[in-house]
């Protein structure tokens, strides 16, 4: 069954290196296509982790804003061992958040590599004559060439097509639940905030010249 699949996918992805009798043209062309059904999947595979993973993320961001309002609203009360408790904790939190987000994010790359796997299967004796020597790469590059280059350009042309395009101009990700609190900053102190800051620099002065 899976030779028969692999047999069929075959078919499907060189169907369109196969549309045009001059084999560059078809060459380029079907990377084109191929890239696009990289975005595509990519696409629909990061809106569905994204989908399902926004509960815990939504968690995880919740923790962050509180932890970081718990802090600046620490700095307002000259609470000098609050705010690094709480302070460390926002930014633990906020870590997690990045680093989930880099995870989700690989979603839309993973096709990448399957494709490129597959051209080798086609195309690994191709080789594009350069104008000029490289020290490393020398007068010729590789099929991944092409389809890389092509891949990186698309990518662009998609992310300004997309806010145009139904149902993918729409963000994937759940907002903010009922009740989770808004991030402060610290405009939001006012005031308060030149108050602080001169506190905490008299009190920083204090503890330096208390550590000599």
Not at 165 to 172: A, I, K, L, Q, S
Request: net charge neutral.
């Amino acid at each position: 069954m899976l030779n028969q699949m692999y047999v069929y996918l075959d078919g499907l992805l060189i169907a369109p290196f196969r549309l045009f009798e001059i084999p560059i043209l078809g060459f380029y062309f079907g990377s084109f296509v191929l890239c696009a059904w990289c975005i595509l999947i990519g696409e629909l595979t990061f809106r569905l982790a994204a989908r399902a993973n926004s509960a815990h993320m939504n968690k995880i961001r919740a923790q962050a804003v509180k932890m970081h309002n718990l802090s600046i609203q620490a700095i307002e009360l000259k609470d000098k061992e609050s705010y690094r408790s709480c302070n460390k904790q926002a930014n633990e939190a906020f870590g997690k958040y990045f680093f989930n987000m880099i995870t989700q994010g690989a979603a839309y790359l993973w096709p990448v590599p399957f494709a490129l796997a597959w051209m080798s299967t086609r195309f690994s004796q191709a080789e594009f004559p350069l104008p000029f020597s490289l020290p490393i790469m020398g007068d010729t590059l590789g099929f991944a060439a092409v389809p890389v280059c092509i891949y990186i350009l698309s990518r662009i042309l998609w992310g300004r097509l997309r806010p145009y395009v139904y149902f993918f101009n729409r963000d994937p990700r759940i907002g903010l639940e009922q009740g989770e609190e808004e991030m402060l900053s610290w405009a939001d102190l006012g005031k308060q905030r030149l108050m602080a800051d001169r506190a905490w620099e008299k009190e920083e002065t204090s503890d330096s010249g208390g550590n000599r």
